[in-house]
Every structure is written in structure tokens, then in C-alpha cells.
């Protein structure tokens, strides 16, 4: 037999191996393609639907853009469209173009519906289309004032004084979280009428966290005197720094000695009211209380206020581990002729969280010819409003202030904070006019998105305060509360607002969400 023949015999099998191979290697492609085929011809079955979906999600935006338009135009308008109801709910179901809105408008300061003080607005339209539905929100601002003047208008300023800003050590001036008008994220405005240099000074790990320093535009060159690690810009203006009347630096008072302090307190004069050790007083029939001599806290005591109070104080006021503290819809306002002295003192509301801190004013008389010490120390925590030309205000240790501080000086020092609250601007504040003055000298009204807007009136007015003219006084008509009306017939529209977006969008998985519900339906 023959070897080599033997050999070629063996080898026969291969070329059919191969072509087992080969036949493997199609029916995996097949099988790919049919799949790939398979998914393709499964995707076409809701892309329709997913069209049909962002074509609907971009009409509901611009239906909810519209009536943040709508809103604007309403408020611009003297009708009295505060009285929208308790919900805030200014129209539901509101057909426009394809689909419709709903729109509410609720006080930016309160995070409730809208009352006849109200000139900020948190504004929500959402829009609806087929089944989808878009949301846009709003800031909108009336550009008003209460009295037609900004003299001594300092309700946006989170510390202004007629003298001199001094932060050192750790002090801190920042936003108050809590408050539903921090969400906005706006700027902490400070300001000082004061021109002479080295007024406002920063010092050490001190800061004011977005803040801006607003001064006389023919301040020292040298007035700020930023130190921190925080840059915060200056913005000059022509508009009339004033505190109660007051433009110019009060003389201080000399602060007794601490021997003198506590002869005093040990020693109650006799039109001195003294509240004992762990005492609770309450003032619950509201009105005017008058003392004539010094209110005195010992440790442990509390008043409790249960409805409006006004306190008139001919002297000091002293609380040493003590409360003032309101209940309920209570409001507190005190006007203190002497000096305050408070160490672990706390003033606010008896529940926690995020009071309105313009239920609680505490101020010097509004007459006032020189400034006395008002010092405030240890644990002290006071929710509230602070302001009068004749204090000399001097936050230490660990004392905080949620609300705004307006005197004749403010020292901060050691660990003490002022957290801001920017729910408590009313209107057209000192800030905000310097503001648009500002961008009028820059960019003029043509060119500013901002100020192109805004009534040729309202510029006209806002400009000649700089000359001792004024703006026109709030002017809500008489009437129903009727947001309806505005519909009859061309409604003028006065008012000057300024309109923010906040935000607007949607859930990016709802178009596909809707499409696969939809699909799933059909089957």
C-alpha cells in the first residue's frame, strides 16, 4: 500500500471543518441583523407619539412663558388684583392659543398669598397641552413706594448706618437660609451715608457673602477698607443716603461702666419695671404699654405677647437669660429712648424656623439727637427688624440677627452673623433705585434689557430724585376684587415692574414616559 496515498487520505476532513465555520459565522450576522431590524422597525412604533410629545412640551412652555407675561401686564395695571383669594390662585384653566395656564402669585417675603402691601411677587404658570404640562416661575417686582419718596428708604439694605461698618474677627453677614425669599439668590446689599475714608471696614476673617457696599458717590476714595478674603463690589449713587431724617453722623452717647451697669440693675429705680427671676408676664390685650423708667429682665424671665403690642421705654432696656416672645399672629414694636443691654437675651417667636421679621421692631426715638449703646452679646438672638438713628449697634460673642440692622454705627465682632432676610424690601428701596440709576448711566434705556421695559415715566422720576424730585406715591383704585376686569377694555398700565425668570422645565423622561404609556395602551 502505498504510504503517501495513506497520508493525502487523512487530510480529507478539513475543508469540510471550514466550512462549518463559515456557516456559524452567517447565522450570527443573520441573527444581528434581524435583531438590529427587529429593534429598528420597534422604535418607529412610538417615535410618532415621542414627536407628538415635544411638539405638545414646547407649546405648554410657551403657553407658561405667556402668562408669566400675562401676570406682568396684570400687575402693571391699577386693578386690584391682590385679592386673588387665599390660595393665590389668579386663574385656573385660562385657554389660550391650543392649551391652557394656571396662575398663581404668591409674596416672594411670606411664601403666602398676596396682601395689599405685597410689591414682590413669586409667580408660577404652568402651561397644558394634550397631556403634558410645563412650568416656568417668575420674580416679579412692583416698582413702587408707599410714600412717593426714597429719603430714609432702607428696608433693602441688610446693615446701613449713618457712620461707620466695622466686621472683625468672625463676623458674618449672609443670607437667611430659611426664608423663602433666599431661595432668589440676590445680592446683600450694606450702604453707609458716611463719605469720609477708612467708614467701612472689613477686617479679618469677617465677610459678607454676595454682598454689595452702595456709598455717596463723592465718598473718600479710601472709605472701604476690604480685608477679607470675600470681594465685595461698590456701587456709588447720587440718590440721598438718609436714617430717620437724619444724613450726617449722630454724636454717642458715653456707655456707662460695667459697676454702673449692675448698680443699675441691682437697684431698680422707682418707674423701673423688674421682671423676677424664671417670671412669666403676659401681654395679651394688646395697644400701647408705656414705661417710664428702665425694663429689667432677670434670668429666666419671659414675656409673652399674644396680640399687636407697642412698647414705649423712656429708659434702657436690660435682659440678662431672658425671652421676649411672641405667639400666634402677635406683632411687637418698641421704641427704646435709652441704651439696650442684652447677654443671652432672645427676642422672636415662641415656634422655630422662619418667622416675618417685620413683625418685631425695635428702635431708637425717630427725633433722636445723639446715639445710644446698644450691645448685644453671648448666645442673643434677636428675629427682627433693628433700626433708628440713635443707636450705636455692637453685635460680640455668638449674638445673631435674622432680619436687617439700620443705626448710626455697627460693630460686629467675635462670631456674630446677621442673617438677611430680602423678603423685607418693600417696593423701590434705596438699593434698587441705585441699581437702575446705574445701569442708566451705563448702557442709557435703549440698550438695557432691563430698562427698556420700564415705563419713560417711571425713569423720568427715578432720574430727577437725584434733584429732590420724587416718585409717585402707591395709587390702588378703589373697587371689587376683581382680577376679571381687566379684560373689558384697554387697561392702562402705569405701574413699573421688573420681571426675573427663576427657572423652567420638565422631567426629560416624560415625553418618553407618555410615549411608552401610550404604546402600551394601544397594544
Same mark, same amino acid.
Given at each position: 500500500?502505498?504510504?503517501?496515498?495513506?497520508?493525502?487520505?487523512?487530510?480529507?476532513?478539513?475543508?469540510?471543518?471550514?466550512?462549518?465555520?463559515?456557516?456559524?459565522? !452567517?447565522?450570527?450576522?443573520?441573527?444581528?441583523?434581524?435583531?438590529?431590524?427587529?429593534?429598528?422597525?420597534?422604535?418607529?412604533?412610538?417615535?410618532?407619539?415621542?414627536?407628538?410629545?415635544?411638539?405638545?412640551?414646547?407649546? /405648554?412652555?410657551?403657553?407658561?412663558?405667556?402668562?408669566?407675561?400675562?401676570?406682568?401686564?396684570?400687575?402693571?395695571?391699577?386693578?386690584?388684583?391682590?385679592?386673588?383669594?387665599?390660595?393665590?390662585?389668579?386663574?385656573?384653566?385660562?385657554?389660550?392659543?391650543?392649551?391652557?395656564?394656571? *396662575?398663581?402669585?404668591?409674596?416672594?417675603?411670606?411664601?403666602?398669598?398676596?396682601?395689599?402691601?405685597?410689591?414682590?411677587?413669586?409667580?408660577? /404658570?404652568?402651561?397644558?397641552?394634550?397631556?403634558?404640562?410645563?412650568?416656568?416661575?417668575?420674580?416679579?417686582?412692583?416698582?413702587?413706594?408707599?410714600?412717593?419718596?426714597?429719603?430714609?428708604?432702607?428696608?433693602?439694605?441688610?446693615?446701613?448706618?449713618?457712620?461707620?461698618?466695622?466686621?472683625?474677627?468672625?463676623?458674618? !453677614?449672609?443670607?437667611?437660609?430659611?426664608?423663602?425669599?433666599?431661595?432668589?439668590?440676590?445680592?446683600?446689599?450694606?450702604?453707609?451715608?458716611?463719605?469720609?475714608?477708612?467708614?467701612?471696614?472689613?477686617?479679618?476673617?469677617?465677610? !459678607?457673602?454676595?454682598?454689595?457696599?452702595?456709598?455717596?458717590?463723592?465718598?473718600?476714595?479710601?472709605?472701604?477698607?476690604?480685608?477679607?478674603?470675600?470681594?465685595?463690589?461698590?456701587?456709588?449713587?447720587?440718590?440721598?443716603?438718609?436714617?430717620?431724617?437724619?444724613?450726617?453722623?449722630?454724636?454717642?452717647?458715653?456707655?456707662?461702666?460695667?459697676?454702673?451697669?449692675?448698680?443699675?440693675?441691682?437697684?431698680?429705680?422707682?418707674?423701673?419695671?423688674?421682671?423676677?427671676?424664671?417670671?412669666?408676664?403676659?401681654?395679651?390685650?394688646?395697644?400701647?404699654?408705656?414705661?417710664?423708667?428702665?425694663?429689667?429682665?432677670?434670668?429666666?424671665?419671659?414675656?409673652?405677647?399674644?396680640?399687636?403690642?407697642?412698647?414705649?421705654l423712656g429708659g434702657n432696656l436690660i435682659m440678662d437669660d431672658?425671652?421676649?416672645?411672641?405667639?400666634?399672629?402677635?406683632?411687637?414694636?418698641?421704641?427704646?429712648?435709652?441704651?439696650?443691654?442684652?447677654?443671652?437675651?432672645?427676642?422672636?417667636?415662641?415656634?422655630?424656623?422662619?418667622?416675618?421679621?417685620?413683625?418685631?421692631?425695635?428702635?431708637?426715638?425717630?427725633? /433722636?439727637?445723639s446715639a445710644d449703646t446698644w450691645r448685644m452679646d453671648g448666645?442673643?438672638?434677636?428675629?427682627?427688624?433693628?433700626?433708628?438713628?440713635?443707636?450705636?449697634?455692637?453685635?460680640?460673642?455668638?449674638?445673631?440677627?435674622?432680619?436687617?440692622?439700620?443705626?448710626?454705627?455697627?460693630?460686629?465682632?467675635?462670631?456674630?452673623? !446677621?442673617?438677611?432676610?430680602?423678603? *423685607?424690601?418693600?417696593?423701590?428701596?434705596?438699593?434698587?433705585?441705585?441699581?437702575?440709576?446705574?445701569?442708566?448711566?451705563?448702557?442709557?434705556?435703549?440698550?438695557?434689557?432691563? *430698562?427698556?421695559?420700564?415705563?419713560?415715566?417711571?425713569?423720568?422720576?427715578?432720574?430727577?430724585?437725584?434733584?429732590?424730585?420724587?416718585?409717585?406715591?402707591?395709587?390702588?383704585?378703589?373697587?371689587?376684587?376683581?382680577?376679571?376686569?381687566?379684560?373689558?377694555?384697554?387697561?392702562?398700565?402705569?405701574?413699573?415692574?421688573?420681571?426675573?425668570?427663576?427657572?423652567?422645565?420638565?422631567?426629560?423622561?416624560?415625553?418618553?414616559? /407618555?410615549?411608552?404609556?401610550?404604546?402600551?395602551?394601544?397594544?
Amino acid at each position: 500500500m502505498n504510504p503517501v496515498r495513506r497520508h493525502h487520505d487523512r487530510s480529507r476532513p478539513a475543508p469540510r471543518q471550514r466550512r462549518g465555520i463559515a456557516l456559524l459565522l !452567517v447565522l450570527i450576522a443573520m441573527a444581528t441583523a434581524t435583531t438590529l431590524t427587529l429593534g429598528w422597525l420597534a422604535s418607529q412604533d412610538n417615535a410618532s407619539i415621542v414627536g407628538q410629545n415635544i411638539s405638545s412640551a414646547a407649546e /405648554a412652555r410657551a403657553l407658561a412663558c405667556s402668562g408669566i407675561d400675562l401676570a406682568a401686564s396684570i400687575t402693571q395695571t391699577e386693578t386690584v388684583w391682590r385679592d386673588a383669594g387665599s390660595d393665590g390662585m389668579l386663574m385656573q384653566n385660562y385657554p389660550i392659543g391650543a392649551g391652557t395656564i394656571d *396662575l398663581s402669585v404668591l409674596d416672594q417675603a411670606t411664601d403666602a398669598a398676596p396682601t395689599s402691601e405685597t410689591t414682590d411677587l413669586l409667580v408660577t /404658570a404652568t402651561g397644558h397641552v394634550g397631556g403634558l404640562s410645563q412650568t416656568v416661575t417668575a420674580s416679579i417686582s412692583l416698582l413702587e413706594d408707599d410714600d412717593g419718596t426714597l429719603h430714609g428708604e432702607v428696608d433693602d439694605f441688610a446693615l446701613f448706618v449713618l457712620g461707620s461698618i466695622e466686621l472683625s474677627h468672625h463676623a458674618s !453677614v449672609l443670607r437667611w437660609t430659611d426664608a423663602p425669599a433666599s431661595s432668589l439668590g440676590r445680592r446683600i446689599p450694606i450702604g453707609t451715608a458716611k463719605r469720609h475714608a477708612h467708614s467701612v471696614q472689613i477686617r479679618g476673617e469677617s465677610n !459678607v457673602i454676595d454682598g454689595t457696599l452702595y456709598q455717596n458717590d463723592s465718598a473718600s476714595p479710601s472709605q472701604f477698607i476690604n480685608r477679607s478674603r470675600v470681594e465685595v463690589p461698590i456701587v456709588p449713587t447720587e440718590l440721598p443716603l438718609t436714617l430717620d431724617g437724619a444724613g450726617d453722623t449722630l454724636p454717642s452717647n458715653q456707655e456707662p461702666s460695667m459697676r454702673r451697669k449692675r448698680a443699675q440693675s441691682n437697684r431698680p429705680g422707682p418707674n423701673d419695671v423688674v421682671i423676677r427671676r424664671n417670671q412669666t408676664v403676659r401681654w395679651n390685650t394688646g395697644g400701647d404699654i408705656t414705661i417710664e423708667g428702665n425694663l429689667i429682665l432677670e434670668p429666666g424671665a419671659r414675656i409673652l405677647i399674644s396680640s399687636p403690642t407697642r412698647l414705649n421705654l423712656g429708659g434702657n432696656l436690660i435682659m440678662d437669660d431672658s425671652s421676649i416672645l411672641l405667639s400666634g399672629g402677635a406683632t411687637f414694636e418698641a421704641e427704646i429712648t435709652g441704651r439696650v443691654d442684652l447677654d443671652d437675651a432672645r427676642i422672636g417667636h415662641r415656634k422655630s424656623g422662619w418667622i416675618d421679621p417685620d413683625r418685631i421692631h425695635l428702635g431708637s426715638e425717630s427725633d /433722636a439727637t445723639s446715639a445710644d449703646t446698644w450691645r448685644m452679646d453671648g448666645d442673643t438672638s434677636i428675629t427682627g427688624i433693628i433700626e433708628g438713628s440713635g443707636i450705636d449697634l455692637i453685635l460680640e460673642d455668638d449674638a445673631t440677627v435674622q432680619g436687617r440692622l439700620a443705626a448710626n454705627t455697627i460693630h460686629m465682632r467675635d462670631h456674630s452673623r !446677621v442673617l438677611f432676610d430680602h423678603g *423685607l424690601t418693600d417696593g423701590l428701596g434705596l438699593a434698587r433705585a441705585a441699581d437702575l440709576l446705574k445701569e442708566h448711566r451705563h448702557r442709557g434705556r435703549s440698550h438695557s434689557k432691563r *430698562l427698556s421695559n420700564l415705563p419713560r415715566r417711571f425713569l423720568s422720576q427715578l432720574l430727577e430724585i437725584t434733584h429732590g424730585g420724587q416718585m409717585d406715591a402707591r395709587d390702588e383704585h378703589d373697587g371689587p376684587g376683581n382680577v376679571l376686569n381687566w379684560r373689558l377694555s384697554a387697561t392702562p398700565r402705569p405701574v413699573a415692574v421688573e420681571v426675573r425668570i427663576l427657572a423652567h422645565g420638565v422631567d426629560p423622561d416624560e415625553w418618553e414616559d /407618555a410615549a411608552r404609556l401610550l404604546t402600551e395602551a394601544s397594544q
